[in-house]
């Protein structure tokens, strides 16, 4: 349990742990900045990839596979479960959660430029909390009833890539070829503003990729051959 402070940068949380109670990869009651980090895998009742009674700012930063206890569905947030205190999430993923990717029972929640999504089956939100949307926001069902900015798109599969897990950084998911997240993130200049995308992405590389930046944590790269000019 953090009661202080952490600021995680380029670094993974759990992949495998398990909580008897809450927070299988982080419980937070003190204040918690991640950045460019993942929180993958985890087992818990509650919150197992995130548990927040604090302050919690993720950024750039993926929370994949996380699931009750015995890799379960949980209906108790296993994505991040915020109990009280204030999260902020922009250019975040949520991914393959199997239960609710967020659960609001407490305090308030911000979300921005963010993929929420949960395995077929199971609701990409719960919860009765105050949660804002900050715009550019997909999830992939009808659930996340506080996505209600024009920008904001729900029940449509982000279409992502399998995770991607280097052996020196933070593990994420790309996006497809063709993948609604792609160039749907906030048109303004990234790093100009806090609801702005974030200047570049998980792997550092600069926003945006094509014309405009991406939901989520990482931007697609679309490779393009230039062949020369032939003329008689």
Same mark, same amino acid.
């Given at each position: 349990m953090l009661v202080g402070s952490l600021e995680m940068n380029n670094s993974n949380l759990g992949n495998g742990n398990v909580a @008897?109670? @809450?927070?299988?990869?982080?419980?937070n *009651?003190?204040? @918690? @900045?991640? !950045? +460019? *980090?993942a929180v993958v895998q985890n087992q818990a009742d509650t919150g197992a990839g995130i548990y927040n009674a604090g302050t919690l700012i993720a950024t750039n930063s993926t929370l994949s596979r996380n699931a009750g206890p015995g890799n379960a569905a949980s209906p108790n947030g296993p994505g991040l479960y915020n109990h009280s205190g204030e999260a902020t999430l922009n250019n975040v993923t949520i991914h393959l959660t199997i239960g609710p990717s967020i659960f609001a029972h407490g305090g308030r929640i911000s979300v921005g430029n963010t993929i929420i999504s949960s395995v077929s089956g199971q609701s990409a939100c719960g919860g009765t909390g105050e949660v +804002? *949307? +900050? =715009?550019y926001n997909l999830a992939s069902d009808q659930s996340c009833t506080f996505l209600n900015q024009p920008s904001d798109v !729900? =029940?449509?599969?982000?279409?992502?890539n399998s995770i991607t897990s280097p052996t020196q950084s933070a593990a994420y998911h790309t996006p497809k070829l063709g993948s609604? #997240? #792609?160039d749907a993130g906030n048109p303004a200049l990234p790093g100009s503003s806090s609801t702005a995308c974030v200047a570049s992405d998980q792997r550092g590389l600069a926003r945006p990729q094509s014309r405009q930046c991406d939901i989520g944590a990482v931007e697609i790269v679309v490779y393009r051959i230039y062949l020369p000019l032939m003329t008689k």
């Amino acid at each position: 349990m953090l009661v202080g402070s952490l600021e995680m940068n380029n670094s993974n949380l759990g992949n495998g742990n398990v909580a @008897a109670q @809450a927070g299988g990869g982080l419980h937070n *009651s003190g204040q @918690a @900045a991640l !950045t +460019n *980090s993942a929180v993958v895998q985890n087992q818990a009742d509650t919150g197992a990839g995130i548990y927040n009674a604090g302050t919690l700012i993720a950024t750039n930063s993926t929370l994949s596979r996380n699931a009750g206890p015995g890799n379960a569905a949980s209906p108790n947030g296993p994505g991040l479960y915020n109990h009280s205190g204030e999260a902020t999430l922009n250019n975040v993923t949520i991914h393959l959660t199997i239960g609710p990717s967020i659960f609001a029972h407490g305090g308030r929640i911000s979300v921005g430029n963010t993929i929420i999504s949960s395995v077929s089956g199971q609701s990409a939100c719960g919860g009765t909390g105050e949660v +804002n *949307s +900050n =715009g550019y926001n997909l999830a992939s069902d009808q659930s996340c009833t506080f996505l209600n900015q024009p920008s904001d798109v !729900t =029940g449509v599969n982000p279409d992502l890539n399998s995770i991607t897990s280097p052996t020196q950084s933070a593990a994420y998911h790309t996006p497809k070829l063709g993948s609604p #997240v #792609v160039d749907a993130g906030n048109p303004a200049l990234p790093g100009s503003s806090s609801t702005a995308c974030v200047a570049s992405d998980q792997r550092g590389l600069a926003r945006p990729q094509s014309r405009q930046c991406d939901i989520g944590a990482v931007e697609i790269v679309v490779y393009r051959i230039y062949l020369p000019l032939m003329t008689k």
